[in-house]
């Protein structure tokens, strides 16, 4: 239930720190672990999507549209980009490709590998890219 609470009541059952509780010692980690190559091949599949659909429905009206998914698909990868590499200094870095495919990533339920890793992550945007060629596929047989 809820009570109300005066100050005086709050300040007898505070309990206060001359200092902060909360002190990170722990290095930030920002990496993400994955190499960039996936995260650019990522972003280019859904380019390649907002491609087709254009090429595919091209009209005058679609450019500015057309343009500001090309936009907003752009600034999706960059801006995480730029989070990862802003201060402080990072001490954790991505792993390399090479590095990448030997060991694999470590996820919550346990290790994966690259191959598993890499199907995970771009199997939607495959699957999107492939949805964009049976759409047009469709609609060029429709019209």
Not at 7 to 19: K, Y
Not at 51 to 80: D, K, N, R, S, Y
């Amino acid at each position: 239930m809820v009570q109300m609470l005066t100050r005086e009541q709050i300040a007898d059952q505070a309990i206060i720190h001359d200092a902060p509780a909360c002190i990170r010692n722990a290095p930030l980690d920002r990496s993400f672990e994955l190499p960039a190559v996936l995260y650019v091949a990522m972003a280019g599949l859904f380019l390649a999507f907002v491609g087709i659909m254009a090429a595919g429905f091209a009209h005058p009206q679609m450019i500015i549209p057309t343009v500001i998914f090309a936009l907003f698909v752009t600034a999706f990868f960059v801006v995480p980009a730029i989070w990862a590499g802003m201060g402080p200094e990072n001490p954790v870095q991505a792993k390399s490709w090479a590095r990448f495919r030997a060991e694999g990533i470590q996820t919550v339920t346990g290790r994966v590998t690259a191959g598993a890793a890499m199907a995970q992550m771009l199997i939607l945007p495959v699957l999107i890219v492939l949805w964009g060629v049976t759409a047009v596929t469709i609609a060029a047989f429709v019209s």
